[in-house]
């Protein structure tokens, strides 16, 4: 793959104007599918089901079968409509999107199209300095998932060079609700910001209104990032890319920054840019061409006769509304004012898109503070050295566990990062790791004391010092009673138990 | 003893349920006549090979006093349309060759529950598309009454099966006439039921907004009776209708007894004036329209001004939805599978679906493809919708006036096989009767309204009323069939050449 | 008057996924030719002031539960597998990639 040239970004953004627009997909976590009644792997309860166990006749598009519409799925999809301060549709229609594939069981797929639930809405998205941009909706509609592809043979797994694919259609018909946004104009040069604190925000979203797992890594969100840049003062808008395949949100921010510096690179120099799907590569950073748009590109639109009209009443739009979580701006000044953080710890919060598993963490029984600590520090450190997503690593009710063991005097805090370690590495639960590892603090006087006795028997002298009243040369006796406990020891305790000792 | 298969199913019902005769003895005698007569006919693609327990096993319930429904153990074909999980399903194409099915049609499962007896799968133009079943995959079907003519399509193998005795009752599917032009040239009776009436799931989709499954038979009694065991609500089908409704089989005895001619408004169509119908079907016709209004009906004309854009707009939308229904045969997950040495899968689906789909299918397909592609949408497909529109309301405005409409069921009587094969434009315009009643999804059905005088072949009579009014139909042509019956003698299929058994038969 | 042309006919045949052959092309490009040609006449009657009907009987809202039913075993998924590998459908290889 060809390098590509890249533009400074502050000199991008000198001579160009980024649009952005934005492309996500949202896996609802209804029981069922779209329109079958095959279990949903993207509910909690069918993760990691062995491939083709979760199919129906319409999934794999056996002849005959016929598409059934979730009525859970459709309330799921005006819910969020509304969140996404939509129009709903009194009517909106499902339509077949044809083009041949095999991951597509029925080669068409069921999505909407110029009948949309819901569309004409706005999103108050915050920027880590807490300034709020809004984000225009166009649209959101509801469709089905593909299957999933596996590609096997050649070197690098990936469809470039495979030898054949195997096909497992679980995911076909997982419900999908797609958000399109308008243009994203004035972005300048905080659009990467822009485009993962507007993932971040639909993310809030979903999570609160509980439709979806929401878990980028495991595609239950889905964000292609369009890009576009004009030169400064020229009003048509330039060509845009569509880069997939974005599965986090750093990766999103990355991936915005990199277009833009990669079209300046190309514009500047005289060159045009393509209109093309792009591949985002996590790996190297950088996004690679897809498919060019073409002609074959006729999807064929037509009405999905097989399905009937959408047309909520007045009465199930406005029950939903009034069930409707707050927004997540309102719900950032109230979370802030509740956990009583400060500007930069609640940013710290937010921005690091830990608001909903530090709120969980809170929930399940730690204090603000030990959860914003747990979260922004240790478990963000992990994530980050293995490019994952904090929320995939540990989830919020062991935080909230392992924080209790430490108030209740179980662990160190120095403890608690090795239980984390094992939590993470899926050895259980903390109190697993603790009674399977064997680190909790030794909390047993006696055996304190006895290495307490060893300690200040091999250095006689310091006990004569403590006992003169300089009582922090009982350090060296803590050191080595700590080394002998291997750790597991509270430092308070072991002073408390030598300056007792020394009193005798 | 009867010959259990020259009688109605509504008679060998009661025989077997006054323990005169068994469903065994019913069934083999319909196995044995398939043997004898099918290597002609070639009505059937699949017998069951057990169609003898499944009997055996209702003749044990029966005996075991366990309370049957009305048409229990009696035999019955199954368009090849439909998904079954004991007999191969395949449309009429080679492309699904020896497909299984792991669930049955909806219409098979309640056929099933009602105790009926599955005899086989019969033959059909490839995937439904056709008037004629020369389109089918695995060679024609020949009609009974002359075996160098076409039986109809696409259901030409359940008409044929039913008038050549092999069966007493079928199961058939009406995309634009396959119910009833068949019945029309075959003698016999078929009823496309009001869209939404029957389910379609496990039917083989041609064209989801038109396609409709319905009963074909000798008797108009005997579709009634089917109807009331394949018909009602099924959530498996989203456009299935959600009500109750009366009993099909009450209404076809009442029309066959009581005076349901009398006073009955009956339309006649302007614009299809009897210019464009053979002699002997518009005669046939005429003679028909005499023999009721001689009972007291009423014969009005009635406008129905966008008839006439009926077929157009029916090959629009037809192969429109059907270009999307038949992505799916793509050799991925079922089906055949043309391998292409060093091809990529974008290759072998294309190379399958050029093999596996016979010229028609293609045809419609690509047609399908431009009506739907960008630029052409709103002239083609978009246009012919509203012409649906336009249709319903000249079918609103004349129902307003008159009880059923009435028309021949189709212009000629029939052809001879491969007279139209190679003129794909003059076969489309066979289905210009039949296309309106699919168009604006009303029932319709078509019963033998005698032999055209000019070849004396069977000819049918076409009544269609409102939607919903399903019953209507069955009343009304029950009365006829009764009347016209009555003038012949007995059944006009009794007029039919004898078949000439042939020694150890077709299979 | 009709557009159908040799070139179209090839274009809507890999929009079909068809591999059609010469001949193929140049008979469905006269059938097709002359199809058209009748049944554009939909558009005579088609004005803007009509509605169109994709549904013959108007019915909304049909909606179904959010309860788990139809599901096929894996055997039944794979019952009428061209070919098939741990569980999956075995295709050869893919050129285009996803949409
Ligand atoms: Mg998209
Ligand atoms: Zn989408």
């Known amino acids: 793959m060809a390098k590509d040239k890249l533009m400074d970004f502050d000199a991008a953004l000198e001579m160009f104007e980024p649009v952005l627009g934005f492309e996500v997909h949202v896996e609802l976590n209804t029981r069922t599918k779209m329109f079958s009644g095959a279990a ?98 166009e649209r959101a509609h509801m469709e089905e998932d593909a299957g999933k592809l ?127 799907t792009r591949h985002w590569h996590e790996d190297t950073g950088s996004t690679s061409p897809g498919r060019p748009k073409s002609d074959a590109d006729d999807y064929r639109y037509f009405p999905e006769p097989d ?69 922004t520090g240790e478990i963000t450190r992990l994530a980050n050295a293995d490019g994952r997503e904090p929320g995939e690593l540990v989830t919020p009710t062991d935080v909230a566990a392992l924080q209790a ?36 603090v030794v909390s047993d006087d006696g055996a304190l004391l006895a290495a307490i006795d060893d300690a200040l028997a091999a250095q006689p002298d310091v006990l004569e010092k403590i006992r003169d009243g300089k009582v922090q040369a009982a350090g060296a006796i803590i050191g080595a009673v700590m080394k002998a406990m291997r750790g597991q020891a509270d430092a308070a305790r072991v002073r408390e138990l030598i300056i007792e000792r020394a009193a005798q | 003893m009867t010959d259990t298969t020259r009688i109605s199913a509504a008679a060998l019902a009661d025989l077997l349920a006054g323990g005169e005769v068994s469903s065994v003895e019913a069934t083999q005698a319909h196995l044995d006549r398939i043997a004898a007569v099918d290597g002609d006919i070639h009505a059937f693609l699949h017998v069951s090979d057990h169609a003898l327990d499944v009997a055996a096993d209702i003749d044990r319930r029966r005996a075991a006093g366990e309370e049957l429904g009305p048409i229990a153990g009696v035999p019955l074909a199954i368009k090849d349309v439909l998904v079954t999980t004991d007999m191969p399903s395949t449309s009429g194409s080679k492309i699904l060759e020896g ?21 086989g799968k019969t033959n059909m133009d490839e995937f439904a598309m056709g008037s004629s079943t020369e389109y089918s995959a695995y060679g024609p079907t020949r009609n ?35 119910i009833r032009q068949p019945a029309h040239v075959t003698g016999t009776v078929g009823l496309k039921p009001t869209y939404g009436g029957v389910s379609r799931y496990g039917a083989i989709a041609l064209a ?26 099924d959530p498996h089908d989203a456009t299935s209708i959600d009500r109750e409704w009366p009993s099909f089989a009450a209404a076809a005895r009442e029309g066959a007894r009581g005076d349901v001619l009398k006073g009955l408004r009956v339309g006649v169509v302007r614009e299809l004036p009897d210019s464009g119908f053979q002699p002997g079907v518009s005669a046939s016709f005429r003679a028909s329209l005499a023999a009721m209004e001689a ?148 029932p319709g059905i078509s019963i033998p309204s005698g032999l055209a005088e000019d070849d004396g072949l069977p000819v049918g009579i076409q009544f269609l009323a409102p939607a919903y009014e399903d019953a209507r139909l069955y009343r009304v042509g029950a009365a006829l069939e009764a009347l016209l019956v009555d003038a012949w003698g007995g059944p006009l299929l009794d007029r039919a050449p004898a078949l000439v058994a042939r020694e150890g038969g077709a299979f | 008057m009709s557009e159908i042309t040799p070139e179209l006919v090839r274009h809507l045949g890999v929009l079909a996924r068809i591999q059609l052959s010469d001949d193929e092309v140049g008979s469905l490009t006269g059938q097709l030719d002359a199809i058209v040609d009748n049944i554009a006449k939909v558009s005579e009657v088609a004005t803007p002031d009509v509605v169109a009907t994709s549904h013959p009987i108007p019915m909304q809202n049909v909606f179904r539960p959010d309860e788990v039913g139809d599901l096929l075993t894996t055997a039944q998924v794979l019952q009428n597998a061209p070919d098939a590998a741990d569980g999956r459908f075995r295709v050869t290889a893919i050129l285009g990639e996803e949409q």
Not at chain 1, 410 to 435: F, M, Y
Not at chain 2, 99 to 119: E, F, K, N, Q
Not at chain 2, 208 to 233: C, E, K, N
Request: proline fraction near 6%; aromatic fraction near 6%; hydrophobic fraction near 40%.
């Open chain 1, 405 to 440: 063991l430490v108030d209740a005097g179980t662990l160190t805090d120095k403890l608690a990062r090795q239980v984390l370690e094992g939590v993470i590495a899926g050895e259980g639960t903390p109190q697993e790791v603790v009674d399977a590892r064997g680190l909790a």
């Open chain 2, 295 to 442: 009972q007291g009906a009423e014969i009005v004309e009635v406008s129905a001004p966008h008839f006439e854009y009926g077929v157009a707009a029916y090959y629009l939308i037809l192969p429109a939805e059907a270009s999307s229904n038949l992505a799916k045969f793509d050799s991925v997950r079922f089906g055949m599978r043309v391998d292409v040495p060093g091809g990529t899968v974008e290759d072998v689906m294309a190379a399958t679906r050029d093999a596996g789909f016979g010229p028609e299918v293609k045809r419609r397909i690509i047609l399908g493809t431009y009506a739907l592609s960008a630029g052409y949408y709103d002239a083609y497909y978009g246009s012919a919708q509203k012409v649906r529109t336009l249709i319903q309301q000249d079918f609103a405005a004349a129902f307003a006036d008159v009880d059923v409409i009435v028309t021949p069921s189709a212009p000629t009587t029939a052809f001879r096989i491969g007279e139209k094969i190679d003129d794909p434009l003059q076969m489309y315009l066979n289905d210009l009767t039949t296309i309106p009643a699919n168009l604006a999804g009303v």
């Open chain 1, 40 to 137: 949903n792997p993207a509910h909690a309860d069918h993760h990691g089901a062995e491939p083709n166990t979760l199919v129906a006749p319409v999934d794999m598009g056996l002849p005959g079968s016929l598409p059934t519409v979730n009525a859970e799925a459709v309330k799921y999809s005006i819910s969020l409509g509304l969140a996404l301060g939509c129009s709903i549709a009194p009517s909106s229609r499902f339509a077949r999107k044809n083009y041949f594939y095999p991951d597509l069981g029925k080669n068409y797929q069921i999505s909407q199209y110029d009948e949309p639930i819901a569309f004409e809405g706005s999103i108050e998205v915050e920027l880590s300095d807490g300034e709020v941009v809004t984000v225009p909706i």
């Open chain 1, 307 to 375: 399905l009937l009209p959408v047309a909520p009443s007045t009465e199930l739009i406005e029950q939903l509304r009034a069930a409707l979580p707050e927004p997540p701006a309102a719900r950032r000044r109230r979370l802030k004012t509740e956990w009583g953080f400060t500007d930069l710890e609640f940013q710290d919060v937010a921005n690091g898109g830990l608001l909903v598993e530090v709120e969980e963490t809170i929930a399940a029984g730690a204090a603000p503070a030990a959860a914003r600590k747990w979260w």
């Open chain 1, 150 to 276: 596996t590609h096997v043979g050649g070197s690098t797994g990936r469809i470039q060079g495979a030898e054949y694919s195997l096909v497992d259609y679980n995911r076909a018909g997982v419900p999908l609700v797609e958000i399109v946004t308008k243009p994203i104009f004035g972005a300048e040069h905080r659009a990467p910001e822009i485009a993962k604190a507007y993932v971040a925000t639909i993310r809030d979203i979903v999570l609160s209104l509980g439709i979806s797992e929401a878990r980028l890594e495991r595609g239950n969100l889905r964000c292609d990032a369009n890009v576009s840049l004009r030169p400064r003062g020229q009003e048509k808008l330039g060509t845009r890319t569509e880069t997939k395949n974005v599965n986090s949100m750093r990766s999103v921010e990355r991936a915005v920054r990199y277009e833009i510096q990669r079209q300046a690179a190309i514009l500047a120099a005289g060159g045009t840019i393509t209109q093309e």
């Open chain 2, 144 to 178: 009974p009454w002359d075996l160098d003519r076409i039986p109809g399509g696409s259901g030409g193998g359940s008409a044929a099966a039913v008038a050549a005795f092999e069966a007493p009752l079928a199961l058939g599917s009406d995309t634009g006439g396959s």
């Open chain 2, 99 to 119: 497909y299984m099915s792991p669930y049955d049609a909806t219409v098979v499962a309640r056929a099933r529950a009602a105790g009926l007896v599955p005899l």
């Open chain 2, 208 to 233: 989801s907004s038109l396609d409709q499954v319905g009963p074909v038979s000798r008797t108009v009694l005997d579709s009634a009776l089917l109807h009331d065991v394949i018909g009602g609500f």
